[in-house]
T-cell receptor, first 115, second 111 residues
Framework: DTGVSQDPRHKITKRGQNVTFRCDPISEHNRLYWYRQTLGQGPEFLTYFQNEAQLEKSRLLSDRFSAERPKGSFSTLEIQRTEQGDSAMYLC?????????????FGEGSRLTVL | AQTVTQSQPEMSVQEAETVTLSCTYDTSESNYYLFWYKQPPSRQMILVIRQEAYKQQNATENRFSVNFQKAAKSFSLKISDSQLGDTAMYFCAFMSVALNFGKGTSLLVTP
C-alpha cells in the first residue's frame, strides 16, 4: 500500500497559464475526491468520482476547472487560464465503498502558486 | 446544507495534559457520520476518530475520545496525555456527499 500520491507537489505558474495535477489513489479504492485548501482554512470539496463517473461537482468548480478519471484509476485536475485566486493546496483523497461511512485517505497535496 | 463550526482557531496545551477541541454542526439528516482529522505541519491529513450518529456510545481511540451530543449537534474531541506529536491542525468534518470540514483548530503541544 503506497498511499495516495499527488504530482507535482509544487507548481508555480504565471497568471493565464494552464496547469494540471495528477492523483494516484490507493489501488483498490473506487472513490476519489478533490479538495482545495487555502491558508488558515479547512479543505473545500471540489468534486468526486466513483470509479470513472464524476458524480458530484461543487459550485466552487468553475468552468476553468475540469477533472477526469479515465478508467477509474488515476485522476487529473486541470485549471485553465489560472488566476491569482487559484493559489491554494489541491488535495486528493480516496476511499473504498459505496456509502458515506468510509475513511478518506489523503495525499500530501499539490501546492499551486499563481504569480 | 451542512455546516461545521470550530470556534477555537488556536489552542495550546502542555505535554501530558488534557485538551478539548470544540465542534458544532448543522444538519437535517437523522443518520450521519462525524470525523476528526489531523493535519500535521507539511504532512497529509489522517483520520483521528469517527462517530456514527445512531450510536449513543462515544467513540474512543486510545488517547482520543469524543463527546457526541446529538441533540445539541456538538462533537468535541478530547486528547488525553497530550504528546508533542499531537501538534497539528485538527479538523472536524461531517460526511454527506463528501466530507465537509470546519476551519480547523491549530493545536500546539508544549514541553
Amino acid at each position: 500500500d503506497t498511499g495516495v500520491s499527488q504530482d507535482p507537489r509544487h507548481k508555480i505558474t504565471k497568471r493565464g497559464q494552464n496547469v494540471t495535477f495528477r492523483c494516484d489513489p490507493i489501488s483498490e479504492h473506487n472513490r476519489l475526491y478533490w479538495y482545495r485548501q487555502t491558508l488558515g482554512q479547512g479543505p473545500e470539496f471540489l468534486t468526486y468520482f466513483q470509479n470513472e463517473a464524476q458524480l458530484e461537482k461543487s459550485r466552487l468548480l468553475s468552468d476553468r476547472f475540469s477533472a477526469e478519471r479515465p478508467k477509474g484509476s488515476f485522476s487529473t485536475l486541470e485549471i485553465q487560464r489560472t488566476e491569482q485566486g487559484d493559489s491554494a493546496m489541491y488535495l486528493c483523497a480516496s476511499s473504498l465503498g459505496t456509502g458515506n461511512t468510509g475513511e478518506l485517505f489523503f495525499g500530501e497535496g499539490s501546492r499551486l502558486t499563481v504569480l | 446544507a451542512q455546516t461545521v463550526t470550530q470556534s477555537q482557531p488556536e489552542m495550546s496545551v502542555q505535554e501530558a495534559e488534557t485538551v478539548t477541541l470544540s465542534c458544532t454542526y448543522d444538519t437535517s439528516e437523522s443518520n450521519y457520520y462525524l470525523f476528526w482529522y489531523k493535519q500535521p505541519p507539511s504532512r497529509q491529513m489522517i483520520l483521528v476518530i469517527r462517530q456514527e450518529a445512531y450510536k449513543q456510545q462515544n467513540a474512543t481511540e486510545n488517547r482520543f475520545s469524543v463527546n457526541f451530543q446529538k441533540a445539541a449537534k456538538s462533537f468535541s474531541l478530547k486528547i488525553s496525555d497530550s504528546q508533542l506529536g499531537d501538534t497539528a491542525m485538527y479538523f472536524c468534518a461531517f460526511m454527506s456527499v463528501a466530507l465537509n470540514f470546519g476551519k480547523g483548530t491549530s493545536l500546539l503541544v508544549t514541553p
